[in-house]
Nanobody, 116 residues
Framework: QVQLVESGGGLVQPGGSLRLSCTAS????????MGWYRQAPGNQRELVAS???????NYADSVKGRFTISSENADNTVYLQMNSLKPEDTAVYYC??????????WGRGTQVTVSS
């Protein structure tokens, strides 16, 4: 079974930065895309950013210009550089992988808290 391990979450002040990483292992099929979603208390899980293995990226409007997604294909790793963080960015951030068979795999999540 595909395993996704996330790291890099934590507590940061407004205006600060964090970098999340997610590494996939035990992959059976090839990777089509990886991405980051987030879920705040009382809210639905929402897309933050995604990237295909060809390098095409997509961002939620709320993070455009502040967050950057990138990938290291050789290491099956995706990163999310988060700058100019706001309190409303506070959420559990989940890594997702979509494989070439069409299956979605999720990580366990990492908490990001933006607070002074």
């Amino acid at each position: 079974q595909v395993q996704l391990v996330e790291s890099g979450g934590g507590l940061v002040q407004p205006g600060g930065s964090l970098r999340l990483s997610c590494t996939a292992s035990r992959i059976v099929f090839s990777i089509d895309a990886m991405g980051w979603y987030r879920q705040a208390p009382g809210n639905q899980r929402e897309l933050v950013a995604s990237i295909t293995m060809g390098g095409s990226s997509n961002y939620a409007d709320s993070v455009k210009g502040r967050f950057t997604i990138s990938s290291e294909n050789a290491d099956n790793t995706v990163y999310l550089q988060m700058n100019s963080l706001k309190p409303e960015d506070t959420a559990v951030y989940y890594c997702k992988l979509r494989d070439s068979a069409g299956y979605n795999h999720w990580g366990r999540g990492t908490q990001v808290t933006v607070s002074s």
